[in-house]
């Protein structure tokens, strides 16, 4: 017989007849001597388990440095993917111009359409943010700054998901909010801002969690993120549908002092938010995004989402249904409010994508936890390991990365920079020129006026709109109303545009460089063509 069945009965999931058929298998992946433990068996199973559950604390916990890590080294080497947008080069001539005259934009000086217009940067920090990082690294700034940012803003989303879900849950949901966020995920302010949104909405969630009110050690997040990017005042709105889901979730005694706490909150939040150089106007700055109406649906990233072929967004919704079906999933009224809303955002335009992939998990972390399992448990104490941990992978990622940038070089994608016609086009030194619109951000950072570029909120949705149909000819007379109503003297404009097409045949236009980039035609009075224009070398 057993010596000791008690000690058996205390492991478990073992069955006391059943432990003694098992020891030496025991005694084998335990690290046990067969010999000692049979005079003493319960010291040194004791101390094995002991082991191999401070072994297992002693690595929890790590999920959101490894995530950090995996997405620091992705963007890292997909670097050129981050500066595929055009607007980079503005954002950091911007920021530039701020670092230059120690102060902030109030009207245009970049466009001659708009000049001395009101116009204010609303992201002013995060493009001096770029701008530095541009002037210390060139363009290896940018992309290290970016990747940085995005690696934060999984790791910190990771880490809100590990303390309610499992470890598994938790990549799952990291693993399908990156392939959301993927297309969005470029070298500008938003970017920067992504980390605080994560931070701030998890507060305001966890406060909701616990029927509380959120640490007012948040509000200088809203400062911050007031500063990177106009977003802010969507996580302002956030406030009330999380308030009152804390507040309806409250037991009905509490609900009254729930409410006023919140409201103060709410309204210190605001204060926080106008904490800008431009104070009030910096919130105000929304309404002229939302007043651009019939403009948005023709920028990009502002598109609603097309399902015509499938893509992550159809993916996860698919999946987030069936997992809904079939685990019977509940949520609060509130949280399927935020949940909803959330996803009417993303539907409706292609760049609210990355909101929903950020946000909802956190919406659902706490309700799916109680319903499909949590978090195994929390490590309760500091591990001193982890500190040597953290300081060697910072080592490394900085050693990594500076022996990439020395031999990978960084450059924005050649489809937004005409250099070559735009070397050849300040040779004429013209001071009104039709551009293309995604051509105005190099036009920008090369110290030539624009006609349009991509501040489409000083330019408004007129404008906007009427040079859109002019360059797509999609109504020709718009593009011959502003040649003439803005005395153009040359026009920049896509090889391949419709309305380069049309100037090569224009009495009055002459081309005078053509690449497969951009094409310049120039106003050339007494200029006929009737067969296909070829090059006049004498105005080069």
Not at 79 to 108: E, S
Request: hydrophobic residues 50%.
């Amino acid at each position: 017989m057993w010596p000791n069945p008690g000690f058996a009965m205390r492991l478990p999931h073992i069955h006391p007849g059943r432990f003694t058929k098992n020891y030496g298998l025991a005694c084998f992946f335990g690290g046990l001597d067969p010999g000692k433990s049979l005079k003493n068996p319960a010291a040194p199973m004791t101390m094995s388990v002991a082991d191999i559950t401070q072994d297992a604390s002693a690595g929890r916990g790590l999920t959101p440095l490894w995530v950090g890590i995996g997405v620091y080294a992705l963007f890292l080497l997909a670097g050129n993917r981050l500066l595929i947008d055009p607007d980079t080069m503005w954002q950091i001539a911007v920021g530039q111009w701020i670092i230059d005259h120690h102060a902030v934009p109030q009207t245009d000086v970049y466009s001659f359409t708009m000049r001395g217009q009101p116009w204010i940067s609303t992201q002013w920090l995060a493009q001096v943010l770029y701008a530095k990082a541009y002037a210390v690294a060139g363009w290896s700034g940018p992309v290290v700054l970016a990747s940085g940012a995005i690696a934060a803003t999984f790791a910190l989303l990771a880490k809100s998901l590990s303390r309610r879900l499992a470890e598994s849950t938790t990549l799952v949901f990291v693993a399908a909010a990156l392939a959301l966020t993927v297309p969005h995920l470029l070298a500008r302010p938003h970017v920067l801002a992504m980390p605080v949104m994560v931070m701030w909405f998890g507060g305001l969630i966890a406060a909701a969690d616990r029927r509380g009110v959120p640490s007012f050690w948040l509000l200088p997040l809203m400062a911050l993120w007031a500063n990177l990017h106009g977003g802010f005042v969507f996580g302002l709105v956030l406030i009330a549908p999380v308030a009152l889901d804390a507040i309806l979730g409250a037991p009905e005694a509490a609900q009254k002092s729930l409410l006023l706490r919140w409201g103060l909150f709410a309204a210190a939040a605001l204060a926080a938010s106008c904490c800008t150089p431009y104070g009030w106007d910096s919130l105000l700055a929304s309404r002229k995004i939302l007043a651009l109406g019939s403009a948005l649906p023709l920028i990009m990233e502002w598109k609603p989402a097309d399902f015509g072929s499938i893509g992550p967004l159809e993916i996860c919704l698919l999946l987030g249904i069936g997992l809904a079906l079939l685990r019977g999933i509940k949520l609060p009224p509130m949280r399927i409010v935020l949940l909803l809303g959330l996803l009417h955002m993303a539907l409706a335009q292609e760049r609210a994508a990355e909101i929903l992939a950020l946000l909802a998990p956190l919406v659902l972390a706490a309700p799916l936890a109680k319903q499909i399992g949590g978090a195994e448990g929390s490590v309760s104490q500091v591990v001193p390991a982890r500190s040597v941990l953290f300081a060697s992978v910072a080592i490394a990622l900085m050693a990594g990365t500076v022996a990439y940038a020395s031999v990978h070089r960084f450059e924005p994608h050649p489809h937004g920079a005409p250099v070559a016609a735009v070397t050849e086009l300040k040779k004429f030194n013209f001071t009104r020129v039709f551009n293309d619109y995604d051509f105005g951000a190099y036009l920008i950072a090369n110290g030539v006026p624009t006609f349009i570029d991509g501040r489409t909120e000083l330019y408004g949705e007129k404008f906007f709109v009427d040079h859109n149909a002019a360059s797509g000819l999609m109504e020709p007379e718009n593009l011959f109303r502003l040649l003439d109503e803005y005395k153009i003297e040359a026009t920049l404009m896509r090889t391949q545009s419709a309305a380069t097409k049309l100037l090569d045949h224009m009495d009055g236009w002459q081309k005078v460089y053509a690449d497969d980039i951009a094409t310049i035609h120039v106003r050339k009075p007494g200029a006929v063509h009737t067969v296909e224009p070829v090059i006049d070398p004498k105005l080069k």
